[in-house]
């Protein structure tokens, strides 16, 4: 193959695969590819480390008429489920990675509460079945969707030494019409290291073929 001929493949060769490997690189760290990654747990995007997300209300004792409540909520981290669970004074509420759909909070009168409690029989398993009872429970009218809007978050960076996110908000306001929390604080538990963030993956891989490019570049014949 004639020098200049060997060249422009090389060239096309590399700007080919470096193409295809940041397009792959893009759409696996924006979640393009979630839907099919989702039973597989794909592993955090590059430079980053899984941690667990949490958050926690505080002041709900000046609203001892009312429970807040978090629906959908789950704390698996394999198949996504669909449950509830009580906030507490104070109390840490973890959510897990697959929630079958988007954590909201919401706010009834805790005699209401307790009555339809009583009544309450969760479904058996979670991963399968579709709880009917809670869907009733969450489009009733006495249930107040809480102006507030969690963001569980469950990766932080390698180079982090946290091990956990942690959200904590205040009861601003919890009636029959309006639940309205305000966030305080939000941060990683842990002090981040000392030292820069490693480039991306996609980064690191294009910079390896640029410098394999110019070396067989560099071991063709001139002329």
């Not at 002090?191 to 980064?203: D, V, W, Y």
């Amino acid at each position: 193959m004639h020098v200049r001929d060997a060249r422009t493949a090389l060239r096309r060769a590399a700007l080919i695969a470096a193409t295809a490997l940041a397009f792959t690189f893009t759409l696996a760290s924006s979640g393009a590819w979630a839907p099919t990654l989702a039973r597989a747990d794909a592993p955090p995007p590059a430079g980053k480390k899984r941690v667990g997300y949490g958050f926690v209300v505080e002041n709900l004792a000046a609203f001892p008429d009312h429970v807040l409540l978090i629906y959908p909520w789950s704390l698996s981290n394999g198949a996504p489920t669909r449950e509830y669970t009580q906030i507490e004074e104070g109390v840490r509420v973890g959510v897990g990675r697959r929630v079958s759909g988007t954590p909201k909070v919401h706010a009834m009168r805790r005699a209401a509460y307790e009555e339809w409690k009583q009544g309450y029989t969760p479904v058996a398993d979670h991963f399968d079945e579709d709880d009917a009872a809670l869907e009733a429970l969450f489009a009733r009218e006495d249930v107040v969707e809480c102006s507030v809007s969690l963001n569980p978050r469950h990766t932080v960076s390698r180079l982090s030494s946290a091990d956990k996110v942690e959200d904590r908000f205040r009861a601003e306001r919890i009636d029959d019409e309006r639940c309205t929390l305000s966030l305080v604080s939000s941060s990683p538990s842990g002090r981040c290291s000392i030292g820069q963030e490693a480039p991306p993956l996609s980064a690191l891989a294009i910079a390896g073929l640029a410098l394999l490019l110019r070396r067989r570049r560099d071991e063709l014949p001139q002329g």
